[in-house]
Structure formats: structure tokens, C-alpha cells
């Protein structure tokens, strides 16, 4: 009988602990709990339709009813299904053959190992719906912003947990390179995707994807929330610079102004928690031409050439402009390429009128210089040593894909090249200046000559 009990109180106990401890909804914390009590029954008994399992969360307990049809005492085929009438009459006197008995089961008389069996089966279900529901509730959510407790930070990815104890995943990948994180402190991302391998699901967060920043545009600018504005494009070299593009139906609002602020009080918010990432902001147009030059700003174009049918685009500036083209570590137009989906090529407008000066010509140099580096650079439409040294040496190395050592040494060969020209011209002008010298000298030593009869002693 003690053992009874303490079985009694196992069970007990374990049926509380999923009642209390498990987050989830009233309905189906019952439908799962019913069937894992069938699941234990059925083990026990073979199967279990003949029973009714009534479980009340609120209270905490359950019940277990066997359902058996009386049966004369020697016409028993089905042990589980039927009942003897003499065992049917020891618990209530009245029952007839044919009639139903419904009898109360202690699943504790089972033992031990039935409730430890019913435990593991209630652990597995459980544990599967909490994995089900975390799943749906994190696919409904990506691409939008979540928020989480930094917990752990590794090599590889940092770990965070939202307010219902979830894991978070943030991978070194879809971090911004300035990011720094301490334990503890909140953390913004969006949910990028949720994988589901073998029902256990994994949320993986990022920082770095322009949706990012598009939720953090619609957070701080209210006209984009309300559909006043809208953001057509997107572009980001993460931690480094992005360019946007927006565009508004209402003539009223200047879609820059509004996302910028006043005296971009918008936009400071959003560049500290990108981690001072730089932001142009544009007005979006149709208008391909006008949305290249756009794209390239603060540069100012003199013309574009398209090639609609290669998405490429040839645009030609002012030597001085070309440096602001490029931008830093060639960021601008990279960013341009990527917001106008056109591949941009940069060359420089030469004016007609102006005074040409000695230029030597690419091919000049093969002795010195690979035949496939020229090959590379003139692709470029860089043709003479000058507009190879005039233009900027981060747009060598990316569009021309050749290495930083050989870009710096090709620069070397071609000034090399000016520099001996200029030593040459110096020593010629010396030369001349010699040879202009030395019949002023003697001119003015005949003139001393003539000068000296008349002089007074």
C-alpha cells in the first residue's frame, strides 16, 4: 500500500509540473496530455478504445475510465472489450449481460515503470509542440526586427535570448565588422531564417541585410509606415556606406527631407545603431539616366552612355570628379551598381581644347609590363601611361581585378617613365642656358675692352 501511494504522488507530481511549468495554450496542453495517457494505455492494455481519459489542468488531476460490455462468465473472448457478469456484479449487484460497465483505473496501480513511460511520452509530445510552436511563431516574424538579451559571445556567432528564454542565433557573418557586444545588453536584428532540422529549430538573426535597415526606416519615419513614403531600393556595404531610394505619390513631401529630418535628427538614430554606416538617401525616378547620376552622387556626370540589352552604363566626368565617383575604397560606385543594377564603368572627359601634353601609349610598355595586365587596363578604356596614373588606383584593382602589388607597380613602371622625360628636358634646358652664356660673357668683356682707353686713371 505505501508503495501505491508513492506512486501515487510521482504521478502527481509529474501531471503538476507539465501543468504549471509549460507555456501553452489550455486546448492543447488537454488534447496532448490525453494522448500520452492513451499512448501509455495502449502499451499496457494493447489498445485504447475502450477508454476515456478526462483531463482537468485546472484543478491538476486526471481521470481514467475502462469502458467493458457484460458477458456471461463462460462466453468471454475479449478480455479488454468484455466482462465476466460474476466481476461486473462485484461491483455493482444489478449489472445484467449486455449491459456497459464503466470502471475507474488507478494508472498508478501500473507502477513505477508506466509512469516513468508516461513521463518520457509526455516529455517527447511536449517537447515537440514547444518546437512546433517556436518554429511558427519565428517564420511568421522574418524579415522583421526582434529584440534579445545578449547571453553568450563566441568566435563564430553571438547568442542571445528573447524575453520567453528562446535562443537567437547571430552569426559572425550577418554582423556589422564595427559590432561589439556585451553580456547582457540588449540587441537589435532581424529575423533573417529559421531552420528546422530534426524538429528542433534554430533562429538566425542578422544585421547586415538591407531589410534591416528598411525596418529601421519605417520605425523612425512615420510617412513610410503610413504609406506616404516609399522605398523602392536599397543598397548597403554594411558598417560602411548605403544609398536608398524613396519616392512619394503626395507632392507635398519631399520623400529625402522626410526620411533625413530635421537637421537628420531621423537619421543619426538609425547610422549609431548601424554603427556610424553612412546613408545617402535619393530620390527614386524611372528615368535610368537620371537614376544613375543620382546613384553616383555627390560626383557630377557630363554624359552616360547605356547599354540597356547588358544592363552596363559608361559614364564620363571631369578628372576632378572621378575620385568622388569612386569614392572610398570604390564604395560609391559600387553602391550605384548595386542600386541601379547597371555595371558602371568611369572615364574620364578630356577637354579638346586644352593643351595636350607627351603621352605614351600603353602597348609601350610590354617589355615591363605583362601582356595581360595591359590587356586588363585597356578594357578599362585606359589606352595612354597618363590616364593610367590619372585615374584612381582602387578602381584598377577592382574592375581591372588585378592584385594591389601590381596595380602599385605598374603605377611605378609609368612614372618612372615621365620622371626620366623630365630629368631629360631638364638637362636640355641646362644645356641650352650654358650656350646662351658664353657669348654674353664674351660680349661683355669686349664691351669692358672698348670701355677701358676711355676710362679716367
Known amino acids: 500500500m505505501p508503495r501505491i501511494k508513492e506512486t501515487e504522488m510521482s504521478l502527481t507530481s509529474v501531471f503538476k509540473d507539465f501543468i504549471e511549468n509549460k507555456k501553452i495554450d489550455r486546448t492543447t496542453l488537454v488534447s496532448v496530455l490525453e494522448d500520452s495517457f492513451r499512448s501509455a494505455i495502449a502499451k499496457i492494455y494493447g489498445s485504447d478504445e475502450n477508454f476515456k481519459v478526462i483531463v482537468n489542468p485546472d484543478k491538476g488531476d486526471f ?94 556567432e553571438v547568442l542571445l535570448m528573447d524575453d520567453e528564454g528562446n535562443e537567437l542565433h547571430l552569426p559572425k557573418s550577418e554582423q556589422i565588422p564595427n559590432d561589439f557586444f556585451r553580456k547582457g545588453e540588449a540587441t537589435r536584428a532581424i529575423v533573417l531564417k529559421v531552420e528546422n532540422l530534426n524538429n528542433n529549430p534554430k533562429i538566425i538573426l542578422s544585421r547586415t541585410a538591407p531589410e534591416f535597415l528598411l525596418r529601421l526606416l519605417e520605425q523612425e519615419v512615420p510617412e513610410i509606415g503610413d504609406g506616404l513614403i516609399t522605398v523602392c531600393k536599397i543598397a548597403r556595404i554594411p558598417g560602411e556606406r548605403a544609398k536608398i531610394a524613396v519616392e512619394s505619390y503626395n507632392e507635398r513631401i519631399d520623400p529625402v527631407g522626410a526620411c533625413v529630418g530635421v537637421r537628420g535628427s531621423r537619421i543619426h538614430g538609425i547610422v549609431r545603431e548601424l554603427r556610424n554606416e553612412n546613408i545617402d538617401v535619393i530620390n527614386y525616378t524611372t528615368n535610368t539616366k537620371l537614376f544613375i547620376a543620382r546613384a553616383l552622387s555627390p560626383a557630377k556626370l557630363t554624359s552616360i552612355q547605356l547599354d540597356e540589352a547588358n544592363a552596363k552604363a559608361d559614364v564620363f566626368l571631369d578628372p576632378d570628379q572621378v575620385s568622388l565617383a569612386i569614392g572610398k575604397s570604390g564604395h560609391n560606385i559600387k553602391l550605384a551598381s548595386m542600386l541601379t543594377g547597371y555595371t558602371i564603368d568611369v572615364f574620364r572627359e578630356l577637354d579638346e581644347n586644352a593643351e595636350t601634353e607627351e603621352d605614351v601609349e600603353l602597348k609601350e610598355f610590354r617589355d615591363e609590363i605583362d601582356d595581360w595586365v595591359i590587356d586588363a587596363i585597356q578594357a578599362l578604356g585606359y589606352r595612354t601611361a597618363k590616364s593610367v596614373l590619372d585615374a584612381p588606383r582602387e578602381l584598377l584593382i577592382e574592375k581591372a581585378d588585378l592584385e594591389e602589388d601590381t596595380v602599385d607597380e605598374v603605377l611605378r613602371i609609368l612614372r618612372a617613365e615621365f620622371e626620366n622625360d623630365n630629368n631629360d628636358a631638364e638637362t636640355e634646358v641646362e644645356a641650352q642656358e650654358e650656350t646662351q652664356q658664353e657669348p654674353l660673357e664674351e660680349q661683355n668683356e669686349n664691351q669692358q675692352d672698348e670701355t677701358t682707353p676711355g676710362s679716367p686713371e
Do not use: C, P
Not at 460490455?69 to 462485484?90: F, G, M, P, Y
Not at 522583421?144 to 553568450?152: A, D, F, N, P, R
Open 63 to 156: 481521470e481514467i475510465y475502462r469502458n467493458r460490455t457484460v458477458v456471461e462468465d463462460n462466453d468471454l473472448h475479449n478480455e479488454n472489450s468484455e466482462i465476466r457478469l460474476s466481476e461486473a456484479r462485484k461491483i455493482d449487484e444489478d449489472y445484467e449481460v449486455g449491459e456497459d460497465v464503466s470502471e475507474k483505473i488507478n494508472f498508478s496501480d501500473f507502477g513505477r515503470r508506466a509512469i516513468l513511460n508516461l513521463r518520457q511520452a509526455m516529455s517527447s509530445k511536449l517537447l515537440e509542440l514547444e518546437h512546433s510552436n517556436l518554429y511558427s511563431k519565428y517564420a511568421d516574424k522574418i524579415g522583421t526586427i526582434v529584440s534579445g538579451e545578449v547571453y553568450q559571445i563566441w568566435k563564430r
